[in-house]
């Protein structure tokens, strides 16, 4: 079992920037691909950002493309997302979720929330106009 919980949300005008974080506990996190989704009120859940197991590649929604960053510490068992040039259309709940890769090396990034094996319980990013 792998514990997440996000953190860093809030409420910050257009332009802005936040810097999410998730933290695990229950097992390393070295040994999981990650991503970052978000929900927006009577929208379907989409992936914001995702990197692999390896951390060697990123990928990103390309609405966020140029304004996020995905990285993450595997000493500290942490994932995070740093979100600059907010714009209100961002605003929605923010969730990270972890799947367990078998390959050490692995490369792959993963957009289906259905692929994915934990969620934390999101945390919520509002932005102003």
């Known amino acids: 079992q792998v514990q997440l919980v996000e953190s860093g949300g809030g409420l910050v005008q257009a332009g802005g920037s936040l810097r999410l974080s998730c933290a695990a506990s229950?097992?390393?996190?070295?040994?999981?691909?990650m991503g970052w989704f978000r929900q927006a009120p009577g929208k379907e859940r989409e992936v914001v950002a995702a990197?692999?197991?390896?951390?060697?590649?990123?990928n990103y929604a390309d609405a966020v493309k140029g304004r996020f960053t995905i990285s993450r510490d595997n000493a500290a068992n942490t994932v995070y997302l740093q979100m600059n040039s907010l714009q209100p259309e961002d605003t929605a709940v923010y969730y990270c979720?972890?799947?367990?890769?078998?390959?050490?090396?692995?490369?792959?990034?993963?957009?289906?929330?259905?692929?994915?094996?934990?969620w934390g319980q999101g945390t919520q990013v509002t932005v102003s106009s």
């Open positions: 229950g097992r390393t996190l070295s040994s999981f691909a």
């Open positions: 979720a972890v799947k367990l890769v078998s390959s050490l090396y692995a490369s792959g990034t993963y957009s289906s929330p259905g692929t994915y094996d934990y």
């Open positions: 990197i692999s197991r390896s951390g060697g590649s990123t």
